[in-house]
Nanobody, 123 residues
Framework: QVQLVESGGGLVQAGASLRLSCAAS????????MGWFRQAPGKQREWVAA????????IFANSVKGRFTISRDNAQNTVLLQMNSLKPEDTALYYC????????????????WGQGSQVTVSS
């Protein structure tokens, strides 16, 4: 089993950047595909981005493509979500998630979750 802890959220103005970090511990974290999800108040949790185990394949939701990047450092057991050109609609609680199989986009595909990090973007 892997444990996940997110950090790096905060309150920023529209157009600013933030970088979220997900620290993983437990089983060999390089065995896990990692994903980022977000959930705004009153809305369902939605997938944002995912990265494969080696870090050479990434996918993004259309809503963040071109603005967000995802990367990982397996030696440091860390996954990063760099968020640029933030918009008010990016406001949400952001979650890091892990799974043992390949990249996936659905909440139900990920059995391991962090507690979330709040991102608030003001207009």
């Amino acid at each position: 089993q892997v444990q996940l802890v997110e950090s790096g959220g905060g309150l920023v103005q529209a157009g600013a950047s933030l970088r979220l970090s997900c620290a993983a511990s437990g089983r060999t974290t390089s065995n896990y595909t990692m994903g980022w999800f977000r959930q705004a108040p009153g809305k369902q949790r939605e997938w944002v981005a995912a990265i494969n185990r080696s870090g050479d394949y990434t996918i993004f939701a259309n809503s963040v493509k071109g603005r967000f990047t995802i990367s990982r450092d397996n030696a440091q057991n860390t996954v990063l979500l760099q968020m640029n050109s933030l918009k008010p609609e990016d406001t949400a609680l952001y979650y890091c998630a892990a799974r043992l199989m390949g990249v996936a986009r659905n909440v139900g595909d990920y059995p391991y979750w962090g507690q979330g990090s709040q991102v608030t973007v003001s207009s």
